[in-house]
């Protein structure tokens, strides 16, 4: 079995005012019984997308670790291809606040879903005493 990102036929593309933008098509393997784009894949791609669009920016040599989700599932997508759209709301020290919105750009641009992220800078601080926070030293 490989990685489940392989069911994804999906591509980075540009938008204007937008910080990362990924398409995805409907393709049967990510459909549910319904025909729509299932719900667990959507959100998958939603952190996707919002976990990339962080890491474009400087994160100072920390990963960023998906801290909170919220995902408002508005209609389905049935149509295809989704696009993905992310957008920083804040970026501080430690942690990150992006939402992303997607719609179904085949159905009008319908929106399917909106979502809203936190993401915390995990590792060490760049320039930070390794030892400042054990009390080492």
Known sequence: PGHA????????VTEDGADWVMEM??????????????????????????GFCVMQGDVAGRRPVTSEMQISFLAGARVG???AAAHILRRGRRSVVVRVDVRDV????LLVAAGTLRFALAGPDVGADPDASTGAG
Do not use: H, K, Y
Request: hydrophobic share 45%; net charge negative; charged share 20%.
């Open 106 to 109: 085949g159905a009008d641009d």
């Open 5 to 12: 990102f392989e069911a994804f036929d999906w591509r980075v």
């Open 25 to 50: 098509e409907i393709t049967p393997r990510v459909v549910n019984s319904s025909g729509a784009l299932q719900g667990g894949l959507l959100a998958t791609l939603i952190d996707s997308v919002a």
């Open 81 to 83: 291809p989704v696009r």
